[in-house]
């Protein structure tokens, strides 16, 4: 899911920034390539998409568990977060920064991306089980930024970074109906007989 949502993103990216392509016609935006992590390698002439973090957003997560309209136990959804480094690096120290200038103006025209979108756009479709994305860029201080570049171990290079947020996981393994039916009977038997009980003690006192 994680992995589809990037995707998604650095597609969407790409087709704003000049149709997506360099001179060469590779794609602009990249991410970073996963058996140069450790030491960490920033591609030459393309904007590297790189995750810094994610986390969960417990505030938004509902209760535990629910029933469904099929009477299947199911977890609540798990809202996440994730942050992401937008990092240039180009000969041409100017074109890192305009091209970070264009993902800004991308964002501010597109603070949220939607499956309505698609109906527009069908050629770049958003991942089954997300409904949006709401990307919003991070201001960091001195002493942040000295943290993030320190470690990930690398100098620092023109870079945004954003936080991209409702990325939701479902629950792939709901409990069979027949399964949960029983647990709900119980539940009902156990309520009946708790207000019976409840009635025989009211009429004894």
């Known amino acids: 899911m ?3 949502a990037l995707t998604y993103l650095r597609d969407k990216v790409n087709t704003h ?3 997506g392509e360099t001179d060469s ?3 602009l935006v990249v991410f970073i390539e ?3 992590i450790d030491p960490l390698s920033i591609q030459s002439g393309r904007v590297n998409i790189l995750v810094v973090n994610v986390e969960e957003e417990r ?3 509902g209760a535990n568990p629910y029933y469904d309209e099929r009477s299947q136990r199911i977890n609540p959804d798990i809202p996440l977060t994730i942050s992401a480094l937008f990092i240039a690096r180009f000969n041409d120290y100017p074109t890192s920064w305009n091209y970070l200038t264009d993902i800004i103006r991308f964002f501010q025209s597109h603070p949220v991306l939607e499956r309505v979108d698609n109906q527009t756009q069908s050629s770049i479709n958003m991942p089954d089980g997300i409904e949006s994305l709401r990307c ?3 201001s960091l201080n001195f002493q942040q930024q000295n943290e993030v570049w320190g470690a990930l171990r690398i100098t620092q290079h023109p870079a945004l970074l954003y ?3 409702l990325v939701t996981l479902r629950d792939p393994h709901p409990q069979s109906s027949e399964k949960t039916t029983d647990i709900i009977v119980k539940l009902m038997d156990k309520e009946k007989a708790e207000a019976i009980d409840g009635m025989i ?3 004894t006192t």
């Open 163 to 165: 936080k991209i947020k």
């Open 34 to 36: 996963g058996d140069k």
């Open 17 to 19: 920034l000049q149709d």
């Open 25 to 27: 016609g590779q794609p």
């Open 136 to 138: 919003e860029m991070i």
């Open 59 to 61: 505030e938004l997560r």
């Open 201 to 203: 003690d009211s009429n």
């Open 2 to 4: 994680i992995g589809a």
